[in-house]
């Protein structure tokens, strides 16, 4: 049982939670997720680890509502309870000075990429960061990145807010620069994942992604979250979920998120005619 | 009653519902005894003298002993008789291999039919539990030592149990949310309700045990942070590691391991989609590869999930399969088709990733391999498909290495499993034991439940003597 202390939303669909999880506050470490069921009829969901305080015991969490379990997720508020909560999960980021890092997330990818930035930083990186949002109203994390970043560039796909297009773009900039940029980190949806290891590629920069394979246990036991990573097939909840975003198969990851994509849609309409029937 | 009237009883007959009903819901198949079939099954056995059967049996159940306090119509007695030394009769009389097990040794086997141990084991615990009149046994006086044992499966649960009773605080870590191990995630429901895991699992919490799930040890804590602070550690992790063929397009959608079939539709309930949340593709044509009980497990929750068709694929023949005489003949009779002497070389999907076809090839039998069964050997030129939507690789799974990976010195062996003395289940560290399908690769329940009770022995001994046995 985890208890809701705070919850605040940060854009139409964008929620911030802070869950009372002392342990795995106090063990956490950068890049690593939790798995929550919400109640007895719940799906367990994975959500990365945005933060986390030690002292106070919680962790906190930045989700996007998208279908079912979020949704019912976001309608909770401070002093609910979540029913299960299992973590810290995955591997932990692989944390060194490498030089010079740039950090690239994307929509609510910003929200893991924060712990990673702020890891990267305290190793005595350069870091630079690029956050981005289709829209003004969707850009989250500002001043967080910004305290943990040397540079911070903000890009939005519309032009509302920062510049207008897309983190590639900014990213191509840096490199073109001359900047000698020795590793980048992306997490957001798979086709920036994707666009951002096209960039790197041919320059041979080390590009770190995190796979959001569907998951079940988390554990390793179910091998749904399998992901092809250099011809071979790794299980991302244990072996992940980073990988080296030259060797992803990200069609295949694509596709097979849609999975359920049919079943989604008949829990979403369920849910939410249950909702308009209260 | 003479011996000679005893053996003129037929085996007894266990009602269950009708195969056609059945494959369309999740009930179990078998009703049980009845109090009258019961008594009649018991009076076949000629309480031997010298009990075979209780050779057979992994943790040595006085076998007679129980049946007769059935004759006499004590049922209470009974079902305390066997929990001398089995803490889940009610499990074990519906998943062990009996045929292969204590019923292979009855005397009565030699020239008929043996006594139906298992029924008459599932039947008294049925008994109890449903009469409300199961007990707490005494505790022994506490020791004031702490004892640690990660993983709720058979073996886990079987060291906690006897631990306990022993006067010991026992906490139980589990990773997932629920306990019971393969017994709430994987076996079905059909076979094996979990309403009775949970009554067991509520008897060891009113016997003091502790537990706490959602605790992935290896990640939350180490053995090593545990030890600083119990005074053993037992492990039984289980054999939790799906294996995959290897072929091409496994990847594709609709290809799952059995695991995840089976923990989407019992763990997480995906029979009840959308009521629960938790959504698994119901597939028209599904075809399970794979030859054990967790192959028929499979084919057969397909079959309740609405498929028109479900395959089993093996490759050897119908002799060599693993599973239990008894769950082949119920796949059968609920209209599982098989494929045997087939072995699957490739998955063909569509252009969304799909799986459409399996790719097959026939086998013949060749000579025998290290397995002592005869290895298959492809036919060439045989190659045929078959069409499918869902495929279940169910070829095996292998230990867990979640916590073999983060115990330093913790000896492993050539398949990952842990290395522990068979009487006594010690590893290669002080105070840190272990057994069951994380020793032995994947096993029976029963044989989980021995190696915990062998376990909690010396761990007892270790921990009221410092002594390592
Ligand atoms: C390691 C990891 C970390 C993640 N961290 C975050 C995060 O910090 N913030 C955030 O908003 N989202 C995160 N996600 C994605 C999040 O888990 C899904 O958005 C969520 O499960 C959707 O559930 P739903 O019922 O609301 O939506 P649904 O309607 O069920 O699904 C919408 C989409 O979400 C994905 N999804 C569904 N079920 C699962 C599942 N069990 N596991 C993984 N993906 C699933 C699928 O692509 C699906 O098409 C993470 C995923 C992974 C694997
Ligand atoms: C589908 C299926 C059908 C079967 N049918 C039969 C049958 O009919 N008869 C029979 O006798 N046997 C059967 N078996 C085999 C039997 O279930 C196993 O041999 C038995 O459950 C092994 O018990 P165990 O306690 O060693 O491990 P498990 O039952 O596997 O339990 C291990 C537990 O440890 C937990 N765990 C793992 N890693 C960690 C960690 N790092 N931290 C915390 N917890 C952890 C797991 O989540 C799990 O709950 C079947 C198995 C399957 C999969
Ligand atoms: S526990 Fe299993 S082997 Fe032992 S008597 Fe019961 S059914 Fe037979
Ligand atoms: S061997 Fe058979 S007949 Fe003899 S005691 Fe055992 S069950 Fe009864
Ligand atoms: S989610 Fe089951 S193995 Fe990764």
């Known amino acids: ?278 | 009653m003479e011996a000679k009237e005893r053996m003129q009883i037929p085996r007894q007959k266990m009602p269950e519902q009708d195969p056609k009903a059945r494959g369309k819901n999740f009930d179990e198949v078998p009703f049980g005894y009845s109090e009258e079939t019961a008594i009649r099954e018991a009076q076949r056995c000629l309480k031997c003298k010298k009990p075979s059967c209780v050779a057979g049996c992994p943790v040595e159940i006085d076998i007679p002993g129980f049946i007769s306090l059935i004759e006499g119509g004590d049922f209470i007695g009974a079902a305390r008789k066997i929990k001398e030394t089995n803490a889940l009769p009610a499990v074990c009389g519906r998943v062990c291999p009996q045929e292969e097990q204590c019923e292979v040794k009855c005397i009565l086997a030699k020239k008929g039919d043996p006594v139906a141990i298992g029924r008459l084991e599932r039947f008294v615990a049925d008994y109890e539990r449903n009469a409300g009149k199961v007990q707490v046994p005494k505790i022994a006086v506490s020791t004031g030592k702490k004892i640690a044992v990660v993983g709720s499966g058979p073996a886990g649960l079987t060291v906690a149990g006897t631990l306990r009773l022993l006067g010991h605080d026992v906490t139980v870590f589990e990773a997932l949310h629920k306990t019971g191990g393969v017994l709430v995630y994987g076996i079905p429901e059909f076979r094996l309700p979990k309403a009775i895991v949970e009554a067991e699992v509520n008897y060891l919490k009113e016997m003091g045990v502790k537990f706490v799930t959602n605790y992935v040890i290896g990640k939350i804590r180490t053995v090593d942070t545990i030890l600083s602070e119990y005074d053993a550690v037992f492990l039984g992790t289980g054999a939790g590691l799906p294996l995959f063929l290897g072929v091409p397009g496994e990847n594709l959608n609709g290809v799952y391991s059995a695991n995840e079939y089976l923990t989407r539709s019992n763990l997480m309930k995906a029979y009840l989609f959308p009521k629960y949340d938790t959504p698994i593709v119901r597939g028209k044509n599904v075809a399970v590869i794979g030859g054990g009980n967790v192959a028929m497990d499979s084919a057969r929750t397909a079959l309740r999930l609405g498929a028109d068709n479900s395959y089993i694929i093996y490759r050897r023949s119908l002799d060599e399969m693993p599973a239990r005489k008894e769950e082949v003949h119920h796949a059968e009779e609920e209209g599982i088709q098989f494929h045997i002497l087939t072995n699957p070389v490739a998955f063909i999907g569509d252009e969304n990733n799909w799986v459409r076809e399996i790719e097959c090839q026939k086998q013949e039998l060749g000579e025998p391999d290290d397995s002592g069964r005869r290895r298959p050997v492809p036919v060439k030129g045989s190659e045929f498909r078959i069409p499918v939507d869902t495929v279940v690789v169910a070829i095996g799974n292998s230990p867990n290495p979640l916590v073999p990976a983060t115990t330093p010195g913790l000896d492993t062996g050539r398949k990952g499993n842990i290395v522990a003395n068979e009487e006594t289940g010690l590893t290669s560290r002080d105070g840190v034991y272990a057994g069951g399908d994380i020793v032995t690769g994947a096993a029976t329940v029963i044989l989980a439940m021995g190696a915990g009770r062998k376990a909690a022995q010396a761990m007892h001994a270790y921990v009221m003597n410092g002594k390592k046995e």
Do not use: W
């Open chain 1, 1 to 278: 049982m985890a208890k809701i202390v705070k919850k605040e939303r940060l854009s139409a669909d964008l929620v911030r939670m802070v869950l009372e999880a002392r342990e795995i506050a106090e063990t956490r470490k950068a890049g690593q997720f939790i798995v929550l069921r919400i109640n007895e009829q719940g799906e367990r969901i994975p959500l990365t680890i945005a933060d986390a305080d030690a002292k106070t015991g919680t962790v906190t969490i930045i989700f996007q509502e998208v279908g079912k379990s979020t949704r019912l997720l976001g309608s909770m508020g401070q002093g609910d309870d979540i029913l299960d909560l299992a973590g810290p999960l995955g591997k932990p980021t692989h944390i060194e000075n490498f030089g010079t890092a740039v950090c690239v997330g994307g929509g609510v990818g910003v929200a893991p990429m924060f712990p990673i930035t702020e890891a990267l930083k305290e190793a005595g990186n350069k870091v630079i960061t690029i956050i981005g949002s289709r829209t003004k109203d969707l850009l989250i994390l500002e001043d967080e990145m910004k305290a943990v970043s040397d540079r911070l560039l903000v890009m939005t796909d519309d032009g509302t807010y920062g510049q207008k297009g897309f983190v590639t773009q900014a990213l191509e900039e840096i490199i073109k620069s001359g900047e000698k940029v020795d590793i980048v980190v992306a997490i957001g949806p798979v086709v920036m994942m994707r666009a951002v290891s096209e960039v790197t590629r041919p320059y041979k920069i080390p590009t770190v992604v995190s796979l959001n394979s569907i998951m079940v246990d988390a554990t390793g036991m179910c091998g749904g979250c399998r992901v092809s990573v250099g011809g071979k097939s790794k299980f991302a909840c244990v072996e992940g979920p980073e990988f080296d975003g030259h060797q992803v198969d990200f069609k295949e990851l694509m596709m097979r998120q849609k999975t359920y994509m049919k079943q989604e849609h008949e829990s979403l309409e369920c849910f939410l005619n249950q909702a308009l029937k209260k």
